[in-house]
């Protein structure tokens, strides 16, 4: 199992920037993937960006060239950087983490961006 808790949500303006940290423990060395997701008031769970053991990433559309995952291996934790934050960024974020083909997730973090 693993376990995961992120921090670092809060309230910002527009064109500010938030850094999500996610702190993982438990089965650690059978993560194949982790990434973040955010789920808006209404709206799907959806992928914002993702990092695989190897380091490669993706990202959602509209977060490119403006988000950065990252992953610290020694400090357990996977960061995402949000730069240029927008209105319709928020959302409760979710860190993920897959293991042994299963999913795993943290409580949330709310990112809240007024215009």
């Known amino acids: 199992q693993v376990q995961l808790v992120e921090s670092g949500g809060g309230l910002v303006q527009g064109g500010g920037s938030l850094r999500l940290s996610c702190l993982y423990s438990g089965s650690i060395f059978s993560i194949s993937s982790m990434g973040w997701y955010r789920q808006a008031p209404g709206k799907q769970r959806e992928l914002v960006a993702r990092?695989?053991?190897?380091?490669?990433?993706d990202y959602a559309d509209s977060v490119n060239g403006r988000f950065t995952i990252s992953r610290d291996k020694a400090k357990n934790t996977v960061y995402l950087q949000m730069n240029s934050l927008k209105p319709e960024d928020t959302a409760v974020y979710y860190c993920n983490a897959v293991s042994n083909g299963f999913n795993y997730w943290g409580q949330g973090t709310q990112v809240t961006v007024s215009s």
């Open positions: 990092v695989t053991n190897g380091g490669s990433t």
